[in-house]
């Protein structure tokens, strides 16, 4: 069964030092995956997916993540944070049934401090 | 612009009753999916629908409905048997061409 694990549930940065959010991924195929960021009493908004083209995924707001097959992770970055960037991050897997169906991790609230 | 509306923002019920939280999308999605988000558990799926008139449960359906009329539409109805119903509910639509969901801002449902 596919699954997903952020490796953080809290992660502080001061402002203008990078960022790295972890997540690793178990499956028994070559998965989607996604990064989603939500921010207070909003809903999620696509960061980033991989889906089986370049293993080096550049999103939205100077994000990206890399996919490692040989380390099942997919780890997000960002070289220097912002305070806008302080919100809930979510790592997505998908679960292979070809239902659309996603696996969604527990999440990682980045602090971003002045 | 193409999006996925939820309604009302905020909500309140009273122990015993029944509500519904709306969900429409103009993306021409063909699943929606409904989930719930307490604090530090992520994102539970309660019910998912691939095709109208079809829907399937989640891996929290209980004390939840949901219809599928119409491909845009996809109401939730939180009934009586929903024990613990006050947490912030979000929709959302995808399609394989598109990969990944398109969220709704969220409900928050609370219990008065």
């Known amino acids: 069964a596919q699954s997903v694990t952020q490796l953080d549930s809290h992660v502080s940065v001061s402002e203008g030092t990078p960022v790295l959010l972890r997540c690793n991924y178990s499956?028994?195929?070559?998965?989607?995956l996604f990064w989603y960021v939500q921010h207070p009493n909003k809903g999620l908004q696509l960061l980033l997916k991989y889906t089986s083209a370049a293993t080096l995924v550049k999103g939205i707001n100077g994000f990206e993540a890399e996919f490692k097959k040989s380390e099942t992770s997919f780890h997000l970055t960002k070289p220097s944070a912002h305070m806008s960037d302080a919100a809930e991050y979510f790592c997505?897997?998908?679960?292979?049934?070809?239902?659309?169906?996603?696996?969604f991790g527990t999440g990682t609230r980045l602090k971003v401090l002045a | 612009d193409g999006g996925i509306t939820q309604s009302p923002k905020y909500l309140f019920r009273k122990e015993g009753q029944n509500v519904t939280l709306s969900c429409e999308q103009n993306?021409?999605?063909?699943?929606m999916y409904w989930y719930r988000q307490d604090p530090g558990q992520g994102l539970r799926l309660i019910y998912y629908s691939q095709i109208v008139n079809d829907f399937q449960k989640g891996d929290i359906a209980e004390g939840y409905s949901v219809s599928r009329e119409k491909k845009e539409s996809f109401p939730l109805t939180v009934t009586s048997a929903q024990k613990n119903p006050t947490a912030f509910y979000l929709c959302a639509s995808g399609d394989r061409a598109s990969y990944g969901y398109t969220f709704g801002s969220g409900t928050r449902l609370t219990v008065v």
């Open positions: 993306l021409n999605h063909d699943a």
């Open positions: 499956s028994s195929y070559s998965p989607s």
């Open positions: 997505v897997v998908s679960d292979g049934t070809g239902t659309y169906k996603y696996i």
